[in-house]
């Protein structure tokens, strides 16, 4: 069995208006998204706003997030860095307050290869005891995992499992049938509006960001294709995929940077989750005009009454 | 008159095997470039692996190369990291150990836009009593310093300068123009090849990162310059062409990350200023049949006996 | 009703040593895809070498399809060029010849925006009296028609569906929502290797390259689809997986060029569809240690004695 | 000495307001050119449109601009299509007319590789009897003509030149190291605004759509790095950047695409050189709000009373 499966939100890190985590919001965020039945925790992901958080900082989200899951499901931690040896620095620290596994980037501002890639992966697992999931995210790093290389490292044990927030579906079906024979060997998608079609093409699992949002969405849709109801797990995915236009209301950003993760938080505000929408800096904060519209979407897919 | 003019390196540092900063080789690379007469010395850029270093280290480097400048050439310090805070932490370091300015990019891993780019440089600014150099490099951080935010951000006296390692020379010659008026602001190429030609437009220095192998090559292009020689000095350049080939020489990386610095280190120790060519992690340094290829280059050039 | 559903295979073009078009091999190309069970055929496609045939072959070429096809199945033709009166004179000749329908990109070469590539497309259906079916390939285009553009279009008439060939399910995905008011509007793939994915979000058809060298699969594929048999469909998706494989054989070209067509043209010489595996100038032929991977994998996945 | 030098401006084609060539307008061009002292025309460059238009038209406009030329400079023809027997084809229409040399770019719309490009530029110089340019413009076809491919030809006499289109100067000085030797080969700059640096660096011409506004400009800043006066050149490369600022005025488009060529277009119109500033279709011509703004930076340079 794959060591970690399902619905495994990459949980949003609520900021008070001075910047400082929120941890009375960070808590009602966990407490929302295990009650709703998801899987596993994502912690300091890009959802998480991870690379604004500085050591310390980091330290407290992981230890506060273990704290509160409690073990009623894994966490996992983004150890997201530039370079490999500040990556094991995270990864320590996360072994240290009990994560059940690290998710770890291919380096960047540094231009490599990927060869120097497969190398930053062993240089991690080398020095770190923790299950290692490879985070494919050229967007934000400059450099796609091809297939090769994701396969290569899985084969040697250098990582468990994959999360794909390359956008290439075509690509992780290949590495899942890479794979097939690798019972442990798991891959996860990113995306939060092709979920129904990557699990049934043989994914294990989620991350969406917009879980944050509607996590009883997304473990509605994971378990109707668990159970096989293909066709109502695309009514429930087409449901969700209303809900993710929030993203595109900020029209000056990009829906990968803050138009995205501050629409989750100021839905999360609007749904009472979370007590500020207020985004790292340089981010700016969706403002009145664009929270209008974000709660438009919430009452028309029955989030907001 | 702009604070910071002439050839100011961004500064190789060396490593030891066991990958800590080896600063006997340091103290000699910045001695070998004072002595060649540079007019500034850049630590912490990208050429300096600085992304690899954590924030004890950058303390331990800026602190050495301050020490061993001693006032003969002013010392500007990259303070590189992917979000504001982050970089202003470095910059308070900077400050504290006496750097004369700092040099900052667009944030990065995040993804921006120009605006909150700009308001990136703003806090910066805000938090920190140094001279701001916005350093433009969108083959690292994903985005382009756009004319119209570099312009904005001088006029209001955000930043003091540019670097400029976009390669579009054309977009520099604008910004130059804008800011004519503005006697004190400075633009510098980050270019090796091209630098005759940025300066006869009107650039006030370069940061090449090849002037750690030939610094006095740089100095002889600058004053051949200053002097109106520009035959000469398109001479020079055209020799210090010759001599940049070393970065291509490692075919299976990309010039912009290991193939370039590695190059470097490697023709560095070829010349007897450094002791190893050992790049940071998870880079690999050039082999022996690639440093046979690099000393080759050196000596056809002159350096090499 | 959409006016064409189901699998319309892009028909490779087979070409003489002299590079002139085979046209006894093109008859079996034709039947053998009629006779497998395809439900159109789109003649003068990427996949076809479109962009290498003057406008007399392209008439020839197209003539020869509808007198094959002789109303047993629709013929679509792309009448793919850089700019509007070059494409509305390639529609003439189509609508001319008996075409049920014309394949239209942006514009290409010149750069253009996503208002004139609305325009592009008006001035086309004002001039054409036949369906045109939007064709979105930024690979070959170098611009994305976005989801507003295609959706303008769709609503106010001026194209009848879309063929997808950018790799963005989810955009498609919404495309499709957003028009799923109209009938009549479809949307295809051109993907080879998420087919089933895409059918099972509702798309209405597929154009598979890979069709041309095993159209019995893909029509397979369309039927367990359609038959509601998703996990069979999955099964034989990934066969056709495996054999797509002949795509990444020729490392040193582009699979979306040379290397993929040349791939399913050496495939059909080998499966005795067509007399050679010739390439539209400049492009290169597989050579014989190529072929006999390409045979290679058609053997393991059953094409092959 | 090489074939072609100095300044030879992409020229534009002025059409009447039912999109066909205006003949007597376009004679205005062509001598409004001549007059000013260029060294050669460079008919159905990008600038010209020439994508826009079909074989006959191409025809008539060369022969039209070789009969308005009569000898007194040398006429070079763009024959500008996507792959290699169309290409053939112009060239051969080109060599008809009476043309002195044409100019090639790289396949488009099919993805091909450098190894493939080679071929291609053969082929043609294989079937026509005329110097090939090289004509390296990456942002069209989406591929860059790397140093290796294009001295590779050089040598082996398929080229005779290159127009480097691609904003990679520093490529270009490489290019123009290897070729030293060859007192025949040369190289020109497709751009508008760092003529002066790359004239010094050794080009030996440069294309300037911005040409067709201001040519004495561009005679004027030649003349003057012949004689050496540099000082004097950048001021007038100076002078012809404010000029270019035309091209960022309408900021709906690209200025590589209509927003550039529909400025020199409107420009033109305002100076009395053409009737109409009409694009070819789907383009857009700049409106009058957008002449007004070309009028007063017109102004502002002198050549608008």
Redesign the interface.
């Known amino acids: 069995m794959p060591m970690f499966t399902g619905v495994v939100p990459p949980v949003v890190t609520p900021l008070n208006e001075d910047?400082s985590v929120d941890y009375a919001s960070f808590t009602r965020v966990l407490e929302n998204l295990i009650g709703a039945g998801v899987h596993g925790l994502f912690v300091l992901g890009?959802t998480s706003?991870v690379?604004?958080h500085?050591a310390p900082t980091r330290k407290a989200i992981t230890e506060h997030a273990i704290k509160i899951a409690n073990g009623r499901v894994p966490v996992l931690v983004g150890v997201?860095d530039?370079?490999?040896?500040?990556v094991i620095?995270h990864s320590l620290t996360a072994k240290a307050a009990g994560a059940d596994g690290v998710v770890v980037t291919a380096?960047?501002?540094?231009?490599?290869?990927q060869?120097?890639?497969i190398?930053?992966f062993r240089?991690i697992k080398d020095a770190v005891d923790l299950p290692i999931i490879a985070y494919d995210i050229p967007?934000?790093?400059?450099l796609k995992l091809e297939r090769k290389t994701t396969v290569t490292l899985a084969r040697e044990g250098a990582i468990v499992g994959l999360k794909d927030s390359s956008?290439?579906?075509?690509n992780l079906?290949?590495v899942l049938?890479d794979m097939a024979e690798d019972k442990q060997f798991f891959g996860m998608t990113g995306?939060e509006?092709?979920v129904?079609?990557?699990l049934?093409?043989?994914a294990h699992g989620v991350v969406p960001g917009l879980g944050n949002v509607d996590p009883h969405g997304y473990v509605k849709l994971w378990n109707l294709v668990q159970a096989g109801d293909?066709a109502a797990a695309?009514a429930e995915q087409?449901r969700l995929?209303?809900l993710f236009e929030i993203v595109w209301i900020s029209t000056?950003?990009?829906s990968?940077?803050?138009a995205g993760v501050g629409a989750f938080k100021t839905a999360m505000r609007s749904l009472g989750i979370i007590a500020t929408n207020t985004m790292?800096?340089?981010?700016?904060a969706l403002n009145d005009e664009e929270t209008g519209k974000v709660d438009a979407i919430l009452k028309s897919v029955g989030l907001l009454g």
């Open positions: 910047f890009s706003e690379i604004f500085d997201i530039p370079t490999t040896d500040r620095d380096p960047f501002y540094t231009r490599t290869n060869a120097e890639t190398d930053h240089y967007v934000c790093v400059g956008g290439d579906d075509g079906r290949y049938a995306s509006i092709v129904d079609s990557v049934a093409m043989g293909l695309r087409e995929c209303k000056g950003r990009t990968a940077g803050s790292a800096r340089p981010q700016r």
